[in-house]
Nanobody, 125 residues
């Protein structure tokens, strides 16, 4: 089992940048694929980005492609989400998640086994 703790959320103006971090407990972090999701009020949880266990493969939602970058440091048990050119519609609670399969298996939140508590991102216009 792995515990995930997100950090780095906050308030930013449109066009600005933020970097989220997700720290994982345990010695098996490098075996998990990791993903970022977000959920805005009144909306379903939405896939943002994913990275395979080695970091060799990444996948992005079209709405963030070219603006967000997912990366991981297995030595630090941490996955990151660099968010640039932020827009008001990026406002949401952002969650990191771990998939025991180790591979990117699509965009469904049901593929992920463990979740962090979430961190709020608010982008003002």
């Amino acid at each position: 089992q792995v515990q995930l703790v997100e950090s780095g959320g906050g308030l930013v103006q449109a066009g600005g940048s933020l970097r989220l971090s997700c720290a994982a407990s345990g010695r098996t972090f490098s075996t998990y694929a990791m993903g970022w999701f977000r959920q805005a009020p009144g909306k379903e949880r939405e896939f943002v980005a994913a990275i395979s266990r080695s970091g060799g493969n990444t996948f992005y939602a079209d709405v963030v492609k070219g603006r967000f970058t997912i990366a991981r440091d297995n030595a630090k048990n941490t996955v990151y989400l660099q968010m640039n050119s932020l827009k008001p519609e990026d406002t949401a609670v952002y969650y990191c998640a771990a998939d025991r399969s180790g591979s990117i298996r699509g965009t469904s939140f049901r593929n992920y086994d463990y979740w962090g508590q979430g961190t709020q991102i608010t982008v003002s216009s």
